[in-house]
Structures are given as structure tokens and as C-alpha cells.
């Protein structure tokens, strides 16, 4: 299910980077992407004759309605980072399906993601308002209200990023005790065909790394586009 230790270093100007499993699962991910787009867009008509170019407005068009419905018209513009955040994001906490650890189950990849949010975040903010009007922000409804606006702006990459980190890391404890147990359980019946590891564990895994996976993407979604826009009107 992946390692917590190091699988190769990387030497840059005499300094030793380490490069864990998350780092080359996203690498994979992103190759897919590359390779995925550009089949997936390829000779595009006016008016869509394939199943394919329709599959692909149909994502483009969602993703679309999807920032316009929670962000209203101002802020379409955000519609390619979420459309890029919900592929990218779904495709590492489905990773778990492929029988490895899902790139988000590492916290330093949740907060990585966290982390870009709160930079655009704060970024669409000072645009909005400008920076004497972000920084009057923090003194919204009350001068002494300060301390804790500042808090509240620092705890958001916290809050989604141990969010994300917390759902993913459960589902894959969860998967992990259930293979444990019926590895136990066909050595005690001393069953020389795995069965239960076979059958059993599919519902489970639908649940914990399919459902359970999505909505952790659409929930990290949300919250971003909630916060963005809080953010940028107070």
C-alpha cells in the first residue's frame, strides 16, 4: 500500500532530495493527464460527432455550471483551476484502487494542495479589494476583531488540508485491518484459495476509496470556492 520510506534520492546542487511513493504516484497521474488531454481533444468539431468530444463538453460544461452555481458569473474565470483541482484531486484519492497508497493518504501532498488554495485565496482577495482593502479586512466588524481574523485566514489550509489527509488516511487504515483480518481468517479455516480477500473487500472498496474518495475531492472543492469568495467580499 505504498512506503513511508524514501524509494530513490534525487541530488540537486550537493543536496539530497528524497522522493517517497506519493511523489512518483502523482508523477504517474500527471503523465496520464498529458497523455490523456491531448487524445481526448483531439480534432475537435463545432458540433460534437463523437462520444468522446461529448464526454469532454459535457465535464468542461459541468465543471462550468458548477463555479458559476456557487460563485455566481464574477468568478467563472476559476472554472480551469477547479476543473484542473477536480481531476488532478479525484484521480490521487482513487489511487487506492490500483492496490497503493493514495498519493493524499501523505500529509505534505494535502497540505501542498491546502497550501495553493490559501495562495489563491488570499491572492483573489488583494485583486478584489485591493491591498489597503484586504488588509482593512482583518479589522472587520472591529478593530479588536484582528487576532482572530488572523487566525481564522492561517487555519484554512490546516482545516483542509488535515481534512483531506484525516477521510483519505481512514479509508486506507480501514482497508488495510480488513485484508489483515481475512488473511487471519483463510490461514485459521486454512483456505489455500483466498476467497474472502478475493470477493469481500470489493463493496468495502467502493465505499472507501471510490465514495468515500470523491466526496473528499468535491468537499476540498467546495470549501475553496466557499472561502474564495467569503474571502475577496469581506
Do not use: C
Not at 534520492?9 to 550537493?14: A, C, F
Not at 468542461?60 to 456557487?70: A, T
Not at 458569473?73 to 484502487?97: C, D, Q, R, S, V
Not at 485583486?127 to 472587520?140: E, T
Amino acid at each position: 500500500m505504498g512506503s513511508s520510506e524514501a524509494i530513490f534520492t534525487i541530488k540537486i546542487l550537493g543536496i539530497d532530495i528524497p522522493i517517497y511513493f506519493s511523489v512518483i504516484a502523482q508523477w504517474i497521474i500527471m503523465a496520464l493527464i498529458m497523455i490523456a488531454v491531448p487524445i481526448l481533444t483531439k480534432n475537435l468539431k463545432l458540433v460534437p460527432t463523437t462520444g468522446r468530444q461529448i464526454f469532454v463538453e459535457t465535464v468542461v460544461e459541468k465543471i462550468n455550471s458548477l463555479v458559476k452555481g456557487n460563485m455566481e458569473e464574477e468568478y467563472k474565470g476559476f472554472a480551469p483551476f477547479f476543473g484542473t483541482l477536480i481531476i488532478y484531486l479525484l484521480l490521487m484519492n482513487l489511487f487506492g484502487l490500483t492496490g497503493f497508497r493514495p498519493p493524499t493518504a501523505d500529509y505534505s501532498v494535502a497540505l501542498g494542495l491546502a497550501i495553493i488554495s490559501f495562495v489563491i485565496i488570499q491572492v483573489n482577495a488583494i485583486v478584489h479589494s485591493g491591498i489597503l482593502g484586504y488588509f482593512k479586512g482583518y479589522a472587520k466588524p472591529f478593530w479588536f476583531m484582528i487576532p482572530l481574523n488572523i487566525i481564522e485566514r492561517l487555519v484554512v489550509p490546516v482545516s483542509l488540508s488535515l481534512r483531506l489527509f484525516g477521510n483519505i488516511t481512514a479509508a486506507v487504515i480501514m482497508m488495510e485491518l480488513l485484508y489483515e483480518g481475512l488473511e487471519f481468517l483463510s490461514h485459521v479455516l486454512h483456505l489455500k484459495i483466498p476467497v474472502f480477500a478475493t470477493f469481500i473487500p470489493i463493496p468495502f472498496h467502493i465505499y472507501f476509496d471510490l465514495f468515500d474518495g470523491t466526496i473528499q475531492m468535491f468537499i476540498f472543492v467546495m470549501l475553496t470556492m466557499i472561502f474564495i469568495k467569503t474571502t475577496s467580499e469581506h
